[in-house]
T-cell receptor, first 113, second 114 residues
Framework: GNSVTQMEGPVTLSEEAFLTINCTYT??????LFWYVQYPGEGLQLLLK?????DKGSNKGFEATYRKETTSFHLEKGSVQVSDSAVYFC????????????FGAGTRLFVKA | NAGVTQTPKFQVLKTGQSMTLQCAQD?????MYWYRQDPGMGLRLIYY???????DKGEVPNGYNVSRLNKREFSLRLESAAPSQTSVYFC?????????????FGPGTRLTVL
């Protein structure tokens, strides 16, 4: 069945460091891929998405490229800020006659000033 | 425009008690969902409703029931709470379904079952 695997956290970085959070997936066909972010005490909110191979999603300085050949959708940001501290979830969705959205386990990011 | 609202924010139950979690959205979305979030396990879908009047089981439906009262409201009921149902519960909605569309989440209900 479909699955999403994220790198385990927590990830701790200093402000202005480069961020990569790895995400790989298993799915048949061509799912849509998402990154959601969850700030403390809040629900998830969409950060970016990509709906087909080689698409690059971007938002707030974050970006991720849909790589079909490596079944990956790694999240990157060139210079993190303290305000980026949150939990990041990779997810895939696929319309195969019913619900098919799978979330990864989440990766907690701490950014130190 | 409040988005997705959930009540209550916190709840403590004893084993065997029942309760209903309420969810409402004001975005005129057709689809609504209930998830539970447990440490290290991401979000798991309990039930969803693709449109008013329809509901379907998700990944972990046992011990739960749902009602899609109208297009705005989607409630989750625990008939006889168990400690294994201690979790954070999120309601979400989306416009057409899950393929390409963003899901909008409520702030969550933190439930503890003693």
């Amino acid at each position: 069945g479909n699955s999403v695997t994220q790198m385990e956290g927590p990830v701790t970085l200093s402000e202005e460091a480069f961020l990569t959070i790895n995400c790989t997936y298993t799915a048949t066909g061509y799912p849509s891929l998402f990154w959601y972010v969850q700030y403390p005490g809040e629900g998830l909110q969409l950060l970016l998405k990509a709906t087909k191979a080689d698409d690059k999603g971007s938002n707030k300085g974050f970006e991720a490229t849909y790589r079909k050949e490596t079944t990956s959708f790694h999240l990157e940001k060139g210079s993190v800020q303290v305000s980026d501290s949150a939990v990041y979830f990779c997810a895939l969705s696929q319309n195969t006659g019913g619900f098919k959205t799978i979330f990864g386990a989440g990766t907690r990011l701490f950014v130190k000033a | 425009n409040a988005g997705v609202t959930q009540t209550p924010k916190f709840q403590v139950l004893k084993t065997g008690q029942s309760m209903t979690l309420q969810c409402a959205q004001d975005m005129n979305h057709n689809s609504m969902y209930w998830y539970r979030q447990d440490p290290g396990m991401g979000l798991r879908l309990i039930y969803y409703s693709a449109s008013e009047g329809t509901t379907d089981k998700g990944e972990v439906p046992n011990g739960y029931n749902v009602s899609r009262l109208n297009k705005r409201e989607f409630s989750l009921r625990l008939e006889s709470a168990a400690p294994s149902q201690t979790s954070v519960y999120f309601c979400a909605s989306s416009e057409e379904g899950l393929r390409n569309n963003e899901q909008f989440f409520g702030p969550g209900t933190r439930l503890t079952v003693l």
